[in-house]
């Protein structure tokens, strides 16, 4: 009977994970290839590892704008049969792919008549302004004439992003394909939406075949003698021959690329694998940003979540703070610009709330899905203040702070208003209707909030870690607001946070765990969940000194640390799954938050931990990139971290890790008022004996910066100074 009832139960919680989850990403088989992925603007490129879109198995292939797919099949045959592949590389500013190739043996009515490996076939790509470019370079290394045909095959569906994550619809809109001369193919779909969208297909020079879905050069190539067949694809953009150069617009697509990163701290370092960590992390960021009308924005991920994140583009920018503001400043004016100013509960949107997401597919234009302009975080509302306080701290740009002032009172009328539905001064949440996402933190899976016996929390929900940033954002502000004449409101607002932390304090902290809660549910009963969320509480200062130590150990300690990193959930919960996407995995930025604030209260030897798990971690990561998440095993001697088969890669809080673990690292604190740069605690781990800091930016003067390790202590050298700046070492317990 005993039996019976455990698979009753664990039936239950399978048809649970089937009903809860509507916008859950399947796994349903293995990449049959490598995937790699490019990115400009509002569009990017999936493409296996050939060069290839939609020819194997397992991959979310595709050309994509604006939520919506242009190009389901890109495939390369050689007289109608696969090339062999040789490599395939990115460019290590992300700039193109560049993938070689070689014939296979070639037979014509059973005679061989063209041996393996006697053409070195190139397909370059890249992608700029909405369009995708191709170069198919061929050179014969063989002693006779090569007589051959090349094929591209190539179709679409036009398929709305969450159709390719998984979501089923009855209906679609309707396509249409066409032949526009001899190079030139256009396919159509009109969506239900009663949007036009065309994708402009152009090939050059003119294919010896050409239809709707096929386009056949036949080669003739003379020992050693080179060719050039070249292909574009355009989202939206008529067909225009003379837009679609391949080399001018490879050049000007570097130029730009180089040219968004002046300005920018550099930094190199005594480890050569550590530089690559942080040339591929930097080239990922760079990528991922979009020109936006409000500024620079780092969108979330490639390819699920490339779009406007509130929560992500948040502590993107957060992280990236120190050595580059001006995202920050793109961040808030262009999330301050989508601000809800009214109710609507199929949106979750509230006044003052702050956006979660934006998608712009057909899907949600038809609200088949809710996230056309989403609100349902309940976290990206303080985290937008508390950005924005440290923004006017680290840059004290006054003027930026002024044009979004009357956002953040917004926002905080929120915080203490709708975002505290019964009172209890705690921010809470509960979605509107049952479209929207059922956990509204950054662990926003079905089941990630749950009680110690694995139930699930019911009602309006708060999380500690909101009620952190609620603390930090609020002291941030009343200092901004001080700063800007404003005394009456910077003295409520510090009172405010005063008080939300002793409330914190009697209603979250759990004896028995030696940590905090993860989580109230409506009933105002404490979810007393071993977390990581507990050690982004450390980050917002919030906690007591002698509590903050108490949830640092734990943190530290095996069933938490795997010796890669903090597992969002501690082993033996009754959730724990170290393969889940948020009860067991490691997460690089929630590590990196946790490093922050591990470096507050002044544990610099257990950033040193979480900084050199990180560091290993990615020496065994493709392309030395940090996964949006990877799997919460124990490590083990001789063998790398297991990976997460759907993480997104590149995905923005993760690129931008290494960057804050060097920050925690370092101590690095900036005094734009007193024109002061301040390393407290600095402490470098083993594998770093040396770091380097370029333009290190404070107002209009840079410094640059020679930092080494001396054991547990470093020394800091001045190399060259341009303006009035000053910068110490602060050695404090």
Known sequence: MAEAVTQIIQDSRAVELVIEQPFYIPMTGP???????????????????HGDIGASAGGPDGLFNADTRYLAKLQLVFEDVQPLLLGS???DDNSSLTVDLTNSDIYRQGRLVLEKDMLHIVRT???????????????????????????????????????????????????????????DVALEYRGLDDTARATALHFDPRPSRLSVNA??????????????????????????????KFFPGLLAHRREMRGSTLGCTSIETSNNIFNEVLCRSMADLNMLMTETPQGRYPYAGIPWYSTTFGRDGLITALQMLWLDPRVARGVLRRLAHYQANAVDPLNDAEPGKILHEMRGGEMAALREVPFAQYYGSVDSTPLFVLLAGLYGERTGDHETLEELWPALEAALRWVDGPGDPD?????????????????????????????????????????????????????????CAQRLGRREIAQRLELEAHQLAHRFEDAFWCEELGTYA????????????????????????????DRARRVAGDLLRPHFFTGWGIRTIALGETRYNPMSYHNGSIWPHDNALIALGLARYGLKHSVEHVFKGLFDAATYMDLRRLPELFCGFRREKHRGPTLYPVACAPQAWASATPF?????????????????????NPRLPAFLNEVILRELQLGSSTIDLRIRRHGDDVSMEVLRRRGEIQVSIVLAR
């Open 660 to 680: 804050t673990l060097l920050e925690a690292s370092l101590g690095l604190e900036f005094d734009a008022e007193r024109s002061e740069i301040r390393l407290r």
């Open 215 to 244: 386009a056949t050069w036949h080669c003739e190539l003379a020992p050693h003698q080179t060719g050039s067949l070249f292909a574009s694809v355009s989202c939206n953009t008529p067909s225009d021959p003379k837009l679609k």
């Open 518 to 545: 993860l989580a109230l549910d409506g009933d105002k009963k404490a979810c007393a969940v071993r977390s990581s969320n507990a050690g982004h509480l450390l980050f917002s200062g919030m906690i007591r000194h």
């Open 423 to 479: 009172g209890d001064g705690f921010v809470e949440y509960q979605r509107a209707t049952d479209q929207g996402l059922r956990n509204q933190g950054w662990k926003d899976s079905y089941d990630a909030i749950f009680h110690a016996g694995g139930s699930l929390a019911e009602g309006n929900i708060a999380l500690a870690e909101v009620q952190g940033y609620v603390f930090a954002g609020k002291r941030l502000a009343a200092r």
């Open 31 to 49: 990449a049959a290839r490598p995937r790699r992925s490019l990115k400009h603007d509002d569009t990017f490129i999936v493409l296996d590892s």
């Open 89 to 91: 590389n990115l460019r």
């Open 125 to 183: 790509i890249f992608l700029w302004r909405g369009t995708a470019y191709q170069r198919i370079g061929l050179q014969n290394h063989g002693d006779r004439r090569a007589s051959f045909d090349v094929t591209l095959l190539f179709d679409n569906d036009f398929a709305d992003l969450f159709e390719v994550r998984g979501e089923k619809r009855q209906r679609r809109g309707v396509g249409t394909a066409r032949l526009l001369g001899p190079a």
